[in-house]
């Protein structure tokens, strides 16, 4: 199983910007599927985002065009930058990779992202 390594979360202002990074502990170009997922007080958790090897990205209804993940491979990590945030974005944010038919198979231990004046 990967380990996965997540920072960046913290307290902004609605309509400020965050980034979030995962670090995994094998190389990132071995990875087929990096993604984020979320998951808000009482909630289940939720896809945000995900990232194929080759640069095809996927984002949920509600993050298209205020998100962007990418993954480096020079710097090993895979980030996620948020615009334009909004107190709806409150969760903690779980860093996943790899895929099958069950979902991701390893994930990071999360991190709080919250918006909020």
């Known amino acids: 199983q990967v380990q996965l390594v997540e920072s960046g979360g913290g307290l902004v202002q609605p309509g400020g910007s965050l980034r979030l990074s995962c670090a995994p502990s094998?190389?990132?170009?071995?990875?087929?599927?990096m993604g984020w997922y979320r998951q808000a007080p009482g909630k289940q958790r939720t896809f945000v985002a995900q990232?194929?090897?080759?640069?095809?990205?996927t984002y949920a209804d509600s993050v298209k065009g205020r998100f962007t993940l990418s993954r480096d491979n020079a710097k090993n990590t895979a980030s996620l930058q948020m615009y334009n945030l909004k107190p709806e974005d409150t969760a903690v944010y779980y860093c996943a990779a790899g895929m099958n038919i069950y979902g991701p198979t390893s994930w990071g231990q999360g991190t709080q992202v919250t918006v909020s004046s």
């Open positions: 094998v190389s990132i170009s071995s990875i087929d599927v």
């Open positions: 990232v194929l090897r080759g640069g095809t990205t």
